[in-house]
């Protein structure tokens, strides 16, 4: 008997002390602050994600179901696949690019592209070709990120690589003869994933409502039992998954309901709508709401009865949840400055082009990065110009590419910013001017972190002194005819 049903009064006054309800444990409140830190305005999905965590951390997970599934819906740019890249950094190794498996479910839309997912028997074409959803493709990402951590463990990987493809070449060209033993690099690697083992994988089916029917029912029986059987007869479990569904379903819906339409959710005016995007509870429910609904009309009950509470409606966000992010866009573009990649001269030009060697060479100037400097007038530009409730962060993002990335490229290829320099991005009378410091004078500037609150002295632009068509043509006429 699993439980105990207690009726007496007196045995239920021996449980005297009261557990105090906590959101988060000691393992996951981590995983919280780290995912809320990256994911802005989106804490409902990473209190999902935690949740799931929770559970399988105490134990108390289903044994025949994955580690997670969530359902993002919402419409472009609101941050769907920015979560699930964070869990993973989260959950497998922060790095730059994410250790996930990504699957864009619109190239299945044809029947005959499962094969790319669970393989092909033996006989067709395809067969011996590593599927996507194969044991060994969805733990790749976690087991790269474990044998990168150790420098030594890539230089003995690399050797062994590099002795396997030599010994290859030379089997080829009939200077060995020909060796049906084992590779030493697949069986140095195939020990190291035996001794690394388990591993943990997150997996994003990206629009997965694309997906041809037999794709969905792959999810059906990933979802439900855990496991996956290949083409080749291997079964693939997914108890240390966590999966992500992302789709567009119920976007425009969002969207008409965050404007405040009357039809999505009974509202009278922007107003309202207004007040109701302020209140986060309110909001999160009728979001949920409105997908659920959305999710019903397209899906088949079976579906859907799986997904549960796990479907996440994310929200629009405010022009103030948006500040943080200018704030990392802009972190981005000085990391940028700092590691800038150079790409190798002889690639992209032709030999004796000493201008564009100069010009790309961080030797030149003493290998000092760029320091990047903005003003408060030039990150509300930034807002004004790239906030839209309608395309996200997406938006937001392509205005600091155009308005910063942009400029700062220009200038540093034409050699008008130098390495050692200091970059001012600043905002006059709605313009996007760009100042530069040399290196002698960027000491003296403050290294806080709101470096746009330091008073900067800006140099005036010089002036251009060289005459213009019209004042040459005053003068040629005041000069003739000529004297004698």
Request: include cysteine.
């Amino acid at each position: 008997m699993s439980y105990t049903r207690i009726s007496s009064v007196a045995d239920v006054a021996r449980f005297s002390e009261v557990v105090p309800e906590r959101e988060f444990g000691l393992h996951t409140q981590p995983l919280f602050d780290f995912m809320c830190g990256r994911v802005i305005g989106q804490e409902r999905a990473v209190r999902r994600v935690c949740r799931h965590a929770t559970r399988f951390i105490s134990g108390l997970n289903r044994p025949d179901a994955p580690l997670g599934v969530l359902v993002c819906v919402g419409p472009t740019g609101w941050g769907k696949t920015l979560t699930a890249q964070e869990a993973a950094r989260a959950l497998i190794a922060d790095v730059p690019e994410a250790p996930l498996t990504l699957i864009d479910c619109s190239e299945y839309t044809e029947r005959h592209t499962i094969s790319a997912l669970i393989g092909t028997t033996a006989g067709y074409i395809g067969y011996g070709q590593r599927p996507l959803l194969s044991q060994e493709a969805i733990d790749d990402p976690h087991f790269q990120a474990i044998i990168k951590r150790d420098p030594s463990v890539v230089a003995v990987l690399e050797e062994a690589r590099r002795e396997s493809i030599a010994r290859k070449k030379k089997i080829a060209r009939g200077d060995a003869p020909p060796d049906t033993s084992c590779d030493p690099y697949d069986q140095m690697m195939d020990d190291m994933r035996l001794v690394h083992s388990p591993y943990y994988s997150v997996i994003v089916f990206d629009e997965w409502e694309k997906a041809c029917l037999e794709v969905q029912r792959l999810m059906l029986g990933i979802i439900g039992n855990g496991e996956l059987r290949m083409g080749n007869g291997s079964i693939t479990r997914f108890r240390r998954s966590l999966i992500f569904l992302t789709s567009n379903i119920a976007g425009e819906d969002l969207q008409r309901a965050m404007r405040g339409i009357t039809g999505s959710l009974g509202f009278q005016a922007s107003r309202e709508g207004q007040e109701m995007l302020d209140d986060g509870e309110k909001m999160e429910r009728a979001m949920y709401d409105i997908a659920s609904r959305s999710l019903k009309k397209l899906l088949p009950p079976e579906m859907v009865g799986r997904f549960g509470q796990d479907v996440v409606a994310f929200r629009p966000l405010s022009r103030a949840q948006c500040q943080p992010a200018v704030h990392k866009m802009l972190n981005a573009v000085g990391d940028a400055l700092v590691e800038r990649n150079f790409p190798r001269h002889d690639q992209i030009c032709p030999p004796g082009c000493p201008s564009f060697e100069k010009a790309i060479n961080p030797t030149k100037s003493g290998g000092q990065a760029v320091r990047l400097f903005v003003t408060p007038a030039f990150e509300s530009l930034l807002l004004d110009e790239g906030y839209s409730s309608e395309y996200g962060l997406r938006h937001l993002r392509q205005k600091v590419e155009w308005l910063v990335m942009n400029r700062l490229a220009i200038a540093l290829e034409s050699g008008d910013l130098v390495d050692g320099d200091s970059a001012l991005f600043d905002s006059r009378e709605g313009q996007v001017v760009l100042c530069r410091r040399p290196r002698k004078e960027t000491d003296s500037i403050s290294n806080g972190e709101d470096v746009g609150s330091e008073p900067i002295t800006l140099r005036p632009e010089p002036k251009d002194e060289t005459p213009s068509l019209d004042e040459i043509d005053r003068a040629w006429e005041a000069d003739w005819p000529p004297k004698k």
